[in-house]
């Protein structure tokens, strides 16, 4: 199930260190390492998929166990209230750069849009 080459499966597995914040049985959320905003935590499914275009119907409940995951690391930040924004890029032209499924949870700030 997990990708051997993968940077988050290898997160999932302590293999690679992070600032891990929130995890279940379903998923696992770490600090960015980059961070765009004083709050940026990614929310990754502890199984390997690589982009939404790979999602299938049984993965219906993992995708909701990701926003409800967004949902509680925004209370546990302090950002609920003020507002934060949660985006996750699909394929190149968006931008993504790891290719296992990742919600941005983005918050601390005013954010802007259009995102460029
Ligand atoms: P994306 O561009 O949507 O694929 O987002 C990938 C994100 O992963 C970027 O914001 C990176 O800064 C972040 N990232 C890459 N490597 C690590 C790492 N080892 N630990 C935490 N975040 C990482
Ligand atoms: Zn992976």
């Known amino acids: 199930m997990a990708d051997p080459d993968c940077l988050f499966c290898k997160i999932v597995s302590g293999e690679i260190n992070a600032d891990v914040v929130f995890e279940n049985d ?8 980059n961070p765009q905003a004083s709050t940026h935590v990614l929310v990754i499914p502890r199984r390997h998929i690589a982009t ?7 993965d219906s409940q993992t995708v909701g166990s990701l926003f409800l995951a967004a949902r509680d690391i925004a209370a546990q930040e302090g950002i609920a209230e003020a507002g934060f924004r949660t ?30």
């Open 87 to 116: 985006v996750m890029n699909c394929n190149a032209a968006a931008g993504q750069t790891v290719f296992h499924l990742h919600l941005h949870v983005l918050g601390g700030r005013s954010l802007e849009w259009p995102p460029g």
């Open 52 to 58: 939404i275009n790979e999602l299938e119907s049984e």
């Open 26 to 33: 379903d998923v696992v959320a770490f600090r960015d390492i």
